[in-house]
């Protein structure tokens, strides 16, 4: 099972930026997907999450200005970036809990990080 994130790079603060992820592999039901940021010297954080029926959480911190989606017939997850603030400025890793058989139990997977500049 991988987890391919892109979509990082460079943007100015108050525009827009999108981030995916796919996951591919042997895969039987995926469950939760997730965003998460580690910003330099600092913990890893969650920024948004999506239940597999589409509900959805958020920090506070990004709350009104990101957008999590998913697609399940893609398997990929998405985190639009509106607004986006200089302190936004961290590596974004997605994850999703997902089994791999039916026999198997769910755990969760992580993708590799995508690097998020936002200039002020």
């Known amino acids: 099972v991988q987890l391919q994130a892109s979509g990082g790079g460079l943007v100015q603060a108050g525009g827009s930026l999108r981030l995916s992820c796919a996951v591919s592999?042997?895969?039987?039901?995926?469950?939760?997907m997730a965003w998460y940021r580690q910003a330099p010297g600092k913990q890893r954080e969650l920024v948004a999450r999506i239940h597999s029926g589409g509900y959805t959480n958020y920090s506070d911190s990004v709350k009104g200005r990101f957008t999590i989606s998913r697609d399940n017939a893609k398997n990929t997850v998405y985190l639009q970036m509106g607004s986006p603030k200089p302190e936004d400025t961290a590596v974004y890793y997605c994850t999703a809990d997902l089994r791999t058989a039916w026999s198997h139990p769910e755990r969760a997977y992580w993708g590799q990080g995508t690097l998020v500049t936002v200039s002020s």
């Open positions: 592999g042997r895969i039987f039901s995926v469950g939760v």
